[in-house]
């Protein structure tokens, strides 16, 4: 009966933790790490690792790596195991995340490797692509945004300058980042921080967005400003900057949708700083900071700096 079948319970498990197999993916239980096609990924992709045992306790783990989540099952209930059983799973569980963060590593490195061939030969991005024009952004002549074929590239970094992945965006604004790259507190540079002390640091989630509040700000002080990724990634970044930074104002320039502030009040906490307030006379079709000032530069004609 399948409801008997460790790697159908298993497979059910991982799904209700959303880790979805794509149709005809079957599932090796040989208790080492796989990776398999998620049902979402795009031909090529292999989202989902898991590795499966059947030697007793009977026990597997399995994540996606494009979503970042991971769940962890077991035949028996832990507290219906013998004593020796969950010291077996104990090991067992040490073994596999010590082979897991190898590989995990080695996948970084490959990412990382990958992005700074392509940002080599990225040539300069064309000031009339489409999702530059539409933002109202004036390219910066190849130090911070390139172009390979259709797609802009963004560099995204840590604060040790090295470059881990790219960001490209496509002519419609579509977005994707280099397979496989480290996105955890990694970021995407605005503006360098000022020589000497500078006025704070700004960190906002999308590259636009992040361009317009920087420009914003620009008007007040000299800050470095920093474009997080996306709205999960807030709190890692502005933990690390505040490291980096630890006398500096910190103001966080989140998006103004409910996820937006919330992620943006949680980094705010996290590194001591503050929220940059939703400004005044917003429309309802504005969710960030970019939405906001694009219509405020169409009304004076201006265009910033990318």
């Given at each position: 009966?399948a409801?008997h ?14 880790i979805?197999?794509?149709?005809g993916?079957?599932i090796?239980a040989d208790?080492?790490l796989?990776?398999?096609?998620a049902a979402?990924?795009k031909a ?10 059947l030697?007793h ?9 494009r ?7 077991s035949?028996?209930?832990?507290s ?7 010291e ?6 040490a073994n596999?995340?010590a082979?897991?963060?190898?590989e ?7 990412a990382a490797?990958?992005a ?9 991005a ?7 024009v539409?933002k109202?952004i004036?390219?910066?002549?190849g130090?911070?945004i390139r172009?390979?074929?259709n797609?802009l590239?963004?560099?995204v970094?840590?604060f040790?300058?090295m470059?881990?992945?790219?960001q490209y965006?496509g002519l419609?604004g579509?977005k994707?980042?280099t397979?496989?790259m480290n996105?955890r507190?990694n970021?995407?540079?605005?503006t360098?921080p ?6 704070g640091?700004i960190?906002?989630?999308g ?6 509040a920087?420009a914003m700000?620009?008007r007040?002080?000299h ?8 709205a999960?990634?807030l709190v890692h970044?502005?933990s690390?900057?505040r ?6 104002p910190?103001?966080i ?5 409910p996820v937006?502030?919330?992620k ?7 590194c001591?700083g503050?929220v940059?307030?939703?400004p005044?006379g917003l429309?309802p079709?504005e969710?960030d900071?970019a939405?906001?000032?694009?219509r405020r530069q ?9």
């Open positions: 009966m409801n079948d460790p790697i159908a319970l298993f497979r059910q498990a991982i799904e209700d933790a959303g979805v197999l794509a149709r993916e079957q090796t208790g080492h796989h990776r398999a096609r979402d990924d090529g992709a292999r989202s989902i690792w898991y590795n499966l045992h030697d306790p009977i026990a597997g783990a399995a994540g996606d790596w979503k970042g989540v991971s769940t962890r099952w035949l028996k209930s832990p219906r195991m013998s004593e020796a059983e969950r077996a799973l104990r090991l067992r569980i596999d995340r082979v897991f963060e190898k995990l590593a080695r996948r970084h490195a490959d490797r990958r700074q061939e392509a940002w080599d030969r990225a040539k300069p064309d000031q009339d692509h489409a999702y530059l539409a109202r004036a390219s910066t002549g130090h911070y172009q390979i074929g797609d590239v963004l560099p970094v840590g040790d300058g470059i881990v992945g790219l965006i419609s579509t994707r980042f397979a496989g996105k507190g970021f995407i540079v605005i360098d000022p020589e000497g002390q500078g006025d640091l960190l906002a989630e590259w636009a967005s992040a361009v317009y920087g700000m620009a007040k002080g800050y470095c400003t920093l474009a997080a990724l996306d999960g990634n970044v502005a690390k900057a490291e980096f930074f630890p006398d500096w910190i103001i320039a989140c998006d103004f949708d937006g502030m919330t943006g009040r949680q980094a705010a906490i996290a001591r503050r940059l307030p939703p005044t429309r079709t969710s900071w939405d906001f000032l694009i169409e009304e004076d004609g201006e265009v910033a700096n990318g």
